[in-house]
């Protein structure tokens, strides 16, 4: 089996990348079919709207609770685990994370690691970084697995092989697995799949995990998965390492209780999914089986800076279900890929700019109509279309003006021209009498309006006066200006 | 400046200063503790429902998620069980000698069917466990009926690879400690007091619908679930 290197797309390519994909009408397809399910799935489980309503209420009260302590939280959650044998480590940076996790690698001498989904481990480029220090990652999650075996990244932060239907699947795995057949029977392919990662399991040194929540007062990461994967990485090889984002943790334990909840419905329409796994610390005296080493990896990697900023913080509630992108207009055309970045769709384009900076990413939040259905459907109330406003604001603001709480490529649309243009418009309606002389003007010479007017005429036939102005009209009809 | 210390002191620089003091701060957590429990208190039937009807509702919702369920009373299980695995063609099942439902199911397995120990740890037989055994037999702590899942706290008897490596997970669960839902398992049994290394709540066979959003069972997990529901005699009245 050969596991091609990933590819690594840069998010600033962001608009040659949609073209592309609103080229492609097998993608196109794919998504389209993707999404109309997964909204079904999710409706089908909210069919008392009272309800949802309330239970979105508790998840954002809890969400916000924690984010309010989040520091104190940190560090109970640090001590708890710790008192049960674990090991807490803290990264400010994806290079940070990633020499932590090979560190514990090399310690064990461990050459192979069996990976349950992580999204975390995706933003700091995990599997990349081991692989060129000669530490073999898998991928176990059927879909992450699929992705991996393909050369690519997730294009979903659920499904993450959304994009590909099973005929792609059949012959992928015809091609990458010895001694299999082509088949597009999706019963036999996840078969297949399961026979392949079994020995994994067992030779794996390592198993490496994501958290979808942790909780505080127990020392407890609560992991949610469907397929098994997650509980055999974290159960079979002898170390397991965890490692998440620093605003996952929530204070109590039986605070999860609604979160799981609305997870699991948002996410796969589902009133639980298979497996809650719940882990408090490494294998305990007595016990015959477990890990024998727990590390639990802290990743802020830019999380600091949206907290900083209290309406900003907001975007740190989000309990990853991706209900924002299958609802959302633009990501349901252009698909995760375009977007370039590990979280695409809507909470992407709010959470990236923190991770990689406005340089990059500035694009994303334009894409966007602001028609609101990715905020209606978040299941902790994350104000998505402002935070999109917002994060256009911090774009276009003069890349030297000093705020409170500056962002990382503030400024990175910043145009001198569009800021004259803007300028001057304000000040010429702000007047009457310039006004008056701009309509004059305007009126006159309109077959001197440029051509080329900015980002305007990149979509759109350029603008040009009217030959008389709304005032003259209304005053040849005798009517007061 | 260690990488902590910096997240923290970025974090502290940010959080604003609590308005009104702890006092007010424990008011509102007592509140949103109280409001957790109304909105799942306000959904559950009132009178709770008895053990039978909770079984009745585990049972559905176990064959909801594809598992096999039966109620079965506390003298017939082993001889069901037995049946059930000898017709599917259980050769090895991982079962333990120190309970009593583990030494009751040993009892009724007939010779075509070994009884196999986990008395070595994991490293030891990892191999033939993955490769050899066709079950794994578990009692479990208690379950949820609205959903069907079990409630399992691996522990040194029942290790934790027990209900995960077998294609065939068996699960034993008695209907008198079944709970509405897991908001009530989660107070009702007081989590937050002692959590084990590992608890696991199961909800059915595994599963994937990671291709091309086609649910299939058996992805990396047990591929069948099957459970015993025991409702004896005490708890019918």
Known sequence: MTVSPMQF????????????????PHLRQSFKGAMAFLQDKRRSQFGDDDELQRLRDLGEAVRRNALAKLPALLEALEATLTAAGARVHWAATPEEANAIIHGIAAERGARRVIKGKSMASEEIELNHYLEARGVACLESDMGEYIVQLAGEKPSHIVMPAIHKTRADIGRLFADHIPDTAYTDDVDRLIQTGRHTLRQAFVDADIG????????????????????????????????????????KVVEKLEHIVPLASLLTRSATGQAVTTYFNLISGPRREGELDGPRALHLVLLD?????AYADEELRATLQCIRCGACMNHCPVYARIGGHAYGTTYPGPIGAILS?????????????????LCGACGDVCPVRIPI???????RTEANRD?????????????AKYSRGERMVWRFWSGAFARPGAYRLFRWGATRLRALAPKEQLGWTRYRTPLEPAPRSLADLLRARGQPE | MTARDAILGRLRAAVPAAPQGAHAAAARDAGLEARIDAHFGARREMPPLSPVQLAQRMQAALEAVRAQAWCAGSDE?????????????????????????????RAALPDAIEPVAFDRPLQDWKAELFGTVDAGFTVARSGIAATGTLVLAPDAVTPRTVSLVPPLHVALVYAHTLHADLHAALHAERWQDSMPTNLVLATGPSRTSDIQQTLAFGAHGPRWTWVVIVTDKETAQ
Request: no cysteine.
């Open chain 1, 9 to 24: 797309v840069p998010p600033q390519d962001f608009h040659a990348r949609s073209r592309a994909a609103l080229d492609d």
């Open chain 1, 208 to 247: 490496l995990s994501g958290v979808n929540f942790a909780a505080a007062d127990t020392g407890t990461l609560w992991l949610v998965e469907n397929e098994g994967n997650g509980r055999l990485s974290t159960t079979v090889p002898d170390t397991h390492i965890a490692i998440m984002g620093i605003e």
């Open chain 1, 301 to 305: 990697n830019g999380r600091t800076q």
């Open chain 1, 353 to 369: 700019p923190h991770l990689l900076g406005l340089e990059s990413t500035a694009d994303l939040a334009t894409a966007s109509s």
């Open chain 1, 385 to 391: 279309p402002k935070l999109l406003v917002r994060l």
């Open chain 1, 399 to 411: 890349p030297h003006a000093e705020v409170d709480h500056p962002l990382k490529g503030q400024g």
């Open chain 2, 77 to 105: 299980w082993p001889a069901l069980l037995a049946a059930r695995m000898l017709e599917a063609g259980v050769r090895r099942v991982v079962v333990d000698t120190a309970t009593p439902e583990g030494r009751m199911l």
